[in-house]
C-alpha cells in the first residue's frame, strides 16, 4: 500500500496509465473536457453518449492524441444500455477503475403549483435514477477489479434554490444523497464515492433548449449571461476544464481520504 507522500509524489500520468473509465455524458461540455484530460493521463475511456456524433469525435480525438477510447452509446434513462456500457469497458479493456456519472438533463418544469409533471419525470429519471442505475452497473465491476472511484455530477443546487426547477432542484440534492449512500456502503470495500457541484458552467446545456444562458436573441442571452455571472463571487462563469480538474482529483490517488464528499466547484456561489 503507497504511504500518503508517495501518492503525492507520484506522476499522476502513471497512476492513469492503464486505468479504465466510463464517461457518461461524454461527447459535450464537462463530460468531453474529463474524457479528454482522462485519456491524455493514460486512461483508457469508453465515452457513453446519446448523441453518436459527439461521442465518436472525443474517441477520435482521444485515440489521434495517442490515447486509447471507445464510444458507446448510451442513454442513461436505459438501464439495460448502462449495463451495456459498463459491459462494454470489461469487454473492450478487461474492467473498470472510474467513472464520471456526468449525463443529465435540465429544463424549466414551471413553478411548483403548476409544474409539467411528464417534464419533471423525465429529469429524476436521468438526473436520479440515471446516476443510481450507472452506479448499480459499475460498482460490482469495480469490486471485481479490488476497487475504485466514482464521480456524480451534482450542482450547486444540490444545495440552494432557483424558481421554476423544482423537479431538477431535487434531482441535485437527490444525487448528493445518493453520492453518499453509496459512499458509506462500498467505502471500506475500495470503492470511493463523491460528487462535484459545479456552478454554472459554459457548456451546451446550459447555453441551448432552455439553458440558464439561452434566449431567444443576443440581448436575452446577454441579459441571462449577466445575471448567471452575478451569482459567482469570483467574477466569471466555470469552465468544463475547472470542473474536469476537479473531476480528475476526485478519481485519483492524492484524494484517497475524500468520501460521500460533494465538491463545490462553483466560484463562490454557495458561499455568497
Known amino acids: 500500500m503507497h504511504h500518503a507522500e508517495d501518492r503525492l509524489t507520484e506522476s499522476p500520468t502513471r497512476w492513469f496509465q492503464g486505468k479504465v473509465a466510463v464517461v457518461t455524458g461524454g461527447g459535450s461540455g464537462m463530460g468531453r473536457e474529463a474524457a479528454l484530460t482522462l485519456g491524455g493521463l493514460g486512461a483508457k475511456v469508453v465515452i457513453a453518449n446519446r448523441r453518436s456524433d459527439r461521442g465518436s469525435a472525443v474517441a477520435e480525438e482521444i485515440r489521434r492524441s495517442g490515447g486509447d477510447a471507445v464510444f458507446h452509446q448510451t442513454d442513461v434513462a436505459d438501464e439495460g444500455q448502462i449495463r451495456s456500457m459498463v459491459d462494454r469497458a470489461v469487454s473492450e479493456f478487461g474492467g473498470l ?9 435540465y429544463q424549466p418544469e414551471g413553478p411548483t403549483g403548476a409544474v409539467d409533471i411528464e417534464l419533471a419525470r423525465r429529469i429524476i429519471e436521468v438526473n436520479v435514477l440515471g446516476v443510481l442505475a450507472c452506479m448499480r452497473h459499475q460498482i460490482p465491476a469495480m469490486l471485481a477489479r479490488g476497487g475504485g472511484a466514482i464521480v456524480n455530477n451534482a450542482s450547486a443546487l444540490a444545495d440552494s434554490v ?7 432542484v431535487a434531482s441535485k440534492h437527490a444525487v448528493v444523497g445518493l453520492t453518499r449512500a453509496a459512499a458509506i456502503e462500498y467505502g471500506g470495500r475500495g470503492v470511493r464515492v463523491n460528487a462535484i457541484s459545479p456552478g454554472i458552467t459554459e457548456t451546451e446545456l446550459t447555453m441551448e433548449n432552455g439553458g440558464p444562458l439561452s434566449g431567444t436573441d443576443d440581448a436575452a442571452r446577454q ?3 449577466r445575471m448567471a455571472v452575478s451569482h459567482h463571487p469570483i467574477g466569471r462563469l466555470g469552465t468544463p476544464r475547472d470542473m474536469a480538474e476537479a473531476v480528475v482529483w476526485l478519481l485519483g490517488p492524492t484524494s484517497s481520504f475524500v468520501l460521500g464528499h460533494a465538491l463545490a466547484v462553483d466560484g463562490g456561489w454557495l458561499a455568497r
Do not use: S
Open 162 to 168: 432557483i424558481p421554476n426547477a423544482p423537479a431538477y
Open 97 to 105: 477503475d472510474l467513472a464520471f456519472n456526468n449525463a443529465g438533463a
Open 223 to 225: 441579459a441571462a449571461r
